[in-house]
């Protein structure tokens, strides 16, 4: 089992990232499919969560109407659109599956500033 992402890097105020979880060795069909973030100096916290198959999703208030969780299971990928980009959304960036939570990627960072 095996989650790379990708996507991640330096972004003015405003702008806008898509980032993109790999997932390999299993369906993300079969889990349910999350996005983490850890900024420095804090613990890493639930951005948005896709439940298994795809219809319901969930975000953290500080996201609501900014992001949007998605998963292609032809690729087997699963996606961030984030949207009105805030300096307090610089973080590195992961997903995970609920199925394998164990297992996580390297991460991808995403730095907003001017």
């Known amino acids: 089992v095996q989650l790379v992402e990708s996507g991640g890097g330096l972004v003015q105020p405003g702008g806008s990232l898509r980032l993109s979880c790999a997932a390999s060795g299993f369906s993300i069909s079969s889990s349910d499919m999350s996005w983490f973030r850890q900024a420095p100096g804090k613990e890493r916290e639930l951005v948005a969560k896709s439940v298994s198959p795809g219809i319901i999703t969930n975000y953290a208030d500080s996201v609501k109407g900014r992001f949007t969780i998605s998963r292609s299971t032809i690729k087997n990928t699963v996606y961030l659109q984030m949207n009105s980009l805030k300096p307090e959304d610089t973080a590195v960036y992961y997903c995970?599956?609920?199925?394998?939570?164990?297992?996580w990627g390297q991460g991808t960072q995403v730095t907003v500033s001017s």
């Open positions: 995970n599956a609920a199925k394998f939570f164990r297992v």
